[in-house]
C-alpha cells in the first residue's frame, strides 16, 4: 500500500525550522502494521531536517547555516531571483526524510524530532507524506 498524505506549513520568518513531529505522529496514528512513512517537500528552497527540539540547539543550527551559507553573498542567481543561499542550504539539508513507524507508532528516538526547514520564507509551504506498507 502507498497512500499520499498533503498537508500545509506556514512560515513566518525567512530561516526557521517548524516541528512537524505532531502532524506525522497523526498521520501514522491510525496504520496498524510496519511501514515507512516519507516526508518531501516539494520545494526547491526548503528542507527536511531530523534532529532534537531545543530552543539554544535550533539557534545553533540557524547560525551555522549563515556560517556556512551566508545569506548575503554575491551569488550569480541573485541577478534574477535574489534567494540563492536559500537553495544552497536546500541542496545540502535535502528535500526529503524517510522514517519507519510500527502500530501506529514513529519509530524516532527519544530526542528525535522533524522539522521542516524555511529558507525563504515567510510562506505558504506543502509537504507530501508517502505512507508505504
Ligand atoms: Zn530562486
Known sequence: MIKNVYFDVESKKRR??????????????????????????PHTTAGILINEN?????????????KVVPENEKYEHNLIDNNADAHILSVIIKNNSCIPFS?????????????????DGPRHRNVIATLIK
Open 16 to 41: 526557521e525550522l517548524i516541528d512537524i513531529t505532531a502532524k506525522l505522529k497523526d498521520i501514522v496514528s491510525k496504520e496498524n502494521g510496519s511501514g515507512l512513512i516519507n516526508i518531501f517537500v
Open 103 to 119: 502500530d501506529g507508532k514513529l519509530l524516532l528516538g527519544t530526542w528525535q524530532s522533524v522539522f521542516f526547514v524555511e529558507l
Open 54 to 66: 531545543e530552543r539554544g540547539l535550533k539557534n545553533d543550527i540557524l547560525s551555522t547555516f549563515e
